[in-house]
């Protein structure tokens, strides 16, 4: 059968889009890798947005999903367990991973007198210490004492730019960066198995010795895969699933990258 120039050519230019594509994408993912975190929370020519501006970009993100956001709030029926309730300063805080929530456990557990000053390791925040202040831990005795007192409840849950929040997650939890952290071998374990086709077996002496781990390229085309235990991790599952949109609503939403400006309202709430 006889083929066409016309075609060589669709098939030429077809091969000139995907080489450059691949390369533009290369230089976006190194680009965004280096990117200076607090470089845009310290920018001054944005105009900081408001609280109303704010829940009106979530109504028109669960509009899409079907799902009203503004109901009577509801946080004794809520099941997520990354939300708080610290009774004595009449807080609620859902902490989603990788914005900032150990810092702000720390702030609240200070605020009720369960720490007397900063933690030499900011993860044990996560355990002992806030573990009894989850509301859905509470028991019913304490859900019955505290009903009308989390009626008055001020909500506070704090977001991040996903990309930005991606990043974070990759450094700390799969990269070979000394961070506060732990990395997450399981995970390392599975993207470097997917991406490189090398066994378990080989893989890891060489992940527990840091000789190898996965690339942010790697990461990323993995999460784009949407495997399913790696985006159950609180780590990398989407913020959106944090929140129950269909039971409560939030006083207060905060960006992160606003965080220092947004922040100090809300703090005032704490003396």
């Not at 509009?63 to 004595?88: C, G, H, R």
Request: charged share 25%; with cysteine.
């Amino acid at each position: 059968m006889r083929v066409s120039l016309k075609f060589y050519k669709i098939i030429g230019n077809l091969l000139v889009f995907c080489i450059t594509f691949a390369i533009f994408y290369q230089d976006i993912v190194r680009t965004n890798f280096k990117l200076n975190l607090r470089a845009f929370s310290l920018r001054t020519d944005y105009k900081i947005p408001s609280q109303k501006w704010i829940k009106e970009q979530l109504n028109r993100f669960y509009d899409a999903l079907d799902t009203e956001y503004q109901p009577p709030s509801n946080w004794m029926n809520v099941s997520i367990y990354q939300t708080y309730y610290f009774p004595k300063i009449n807080i609620i805080f859902t902490g989603i991973p990788k914005i900032g929530c150990s810092h702000w456990k720390e702030l609240f557990l200070q605020e009720e007198g369960v720490l007397k000053g900063r933690l030499d390791y900011l993860p044990d925040v996560h355990l002992a210490l806030s573990l009894p202040y989850r509301l859905p831990l509470l028991s019913s005795i304490k859900k019955r004492k505290y009903n009308e007192e989390i009626k008055t409840a001020t909500s506070i849950v704090v977001l991040r730019n996903p990309w930005v929040r991606a990043v974070s997650g990759y450094r700390q939890k799969l990269s070979s960066e000394v961070t506060q952290g732990n990395t997450l071998l399981k995970h390392q374990l599975a993207i470097l198995h997917s991406e490189r086709n090398i066994s378990i077996k080989v893989l890891k002496p060489l992940i527990d010795t840091l000789a190898v781990t996965p690339t942010f390229e790697e990461y990323v085309r993995y999460t784009v895969q949407g495997n399913e235990k790696f985006l159950k991790d609180p780590h990398f599952k989407p913020q959106y699933e944090f929140l129950e949109a269909d039971k409560v609503r939030y006083d207060y939403i905060i960006p992160m990258e606003f965080v220092e400006h947004m922040s100090k309202e809300f703090l005032k709430k704490l003396g």
